[in-house]
Structure formats: C-alpha cells, structure tokens
Nanobody, 119 residues
Framework: HVQLVESGGGSVQAGGSLRLSCAASRYSYCMGWFRQAPGEEREGVGTIDSAGATTYAGSLAGRFTISRESGKNTVYLQMNSLKPEDTGMYYC?????????????????WGRGTQVTVS
C-alpha cells in the first residue's frame, strides 16, 4: 500500500504561482497529478515516470511543470500564470505499472487532495 499526501494548495490571484507537493510512503513507477473542479469530472494534469519523463494535458503545458525529487518519493507540481479556471481540488496518484494520463481509473493509489483557488 502507498500513502500519498498532497500539500501546497491555497488561494492565489490570477497570474500567480503555486507549488504543490506529493509525498509518497513508497516508490511507484508513475506519479500523476489530477484535478477536479466543482461539478466537473476529474481530469489529468500531468504525469512523471521513474525515468523522469513527463506528460501534460495539452492546455497546461508551458504553465505547469512536474518534477520528481531524486532519492525521495516526492513529486512536485509547479503551477505558473494561474487562471481562475485552474481552481479545483488537486490530487496526486500513483501507478505501479503504467503512466497513462488519460486513464485515472488505472491508478492504484490516491491522495486526499489539496485545494487550489484562483481568483
């Protein structure tokens, strides 16, 4: 079992930045970030695999950056130029075998999320 704990959420004005962290109790092949706005379905933000390869939702590339701290089971999501539509609950997820941003149902473990509000 892998426990995931997100942190770093908060309220920020449009154009600002936030850095989210996800601390995992154990190593997983793939770590993903997902988000869910009120009344909306959960959507993928980006992933990073064990080799450091990243994928992003097309609309977020260039503003969001995922990184993985070497030697630690911690993943970061740097969010810049935030927009009100980025508001939502942000979740970290771990997948032992695959790294598909479009298949959140495949992820084995999920954190409880951290709220991001952009006004």
């Amino acid at each position: 079992h892998v426990q995931l704990v997100e942190s770093g959420g908060g309220s920020v004005q449009a154009g600002g930045s936030l850095r989210l962290s996800c601390a995992a109790s154990r190593y997983s092949y793939c770590m993903g970030w997902f988000r869910q706005a009120p009344g909306e379905e959960r959507e993928g933000v980006g992933t990073i695999d064990s080799a450091g390869a990243t994928t992003y939702a097309g609309s977020l590339a260039g503003r969001f950056t995922i990184s993985r701290e070497s030697g630690k089971n911690t993943v970061y999501l740097q969010m810049n130029s935030l927009k009100p539509e980025d508001t939502g609950m942000y979740y970290c997820a771990a997948d032992r075998l695959n790294c598909d941003l479009g298949r959140p149902q495949d992820y084995d473990y999920w954190g409880r999320g951290t709220q991001v509000t952009v006004s």
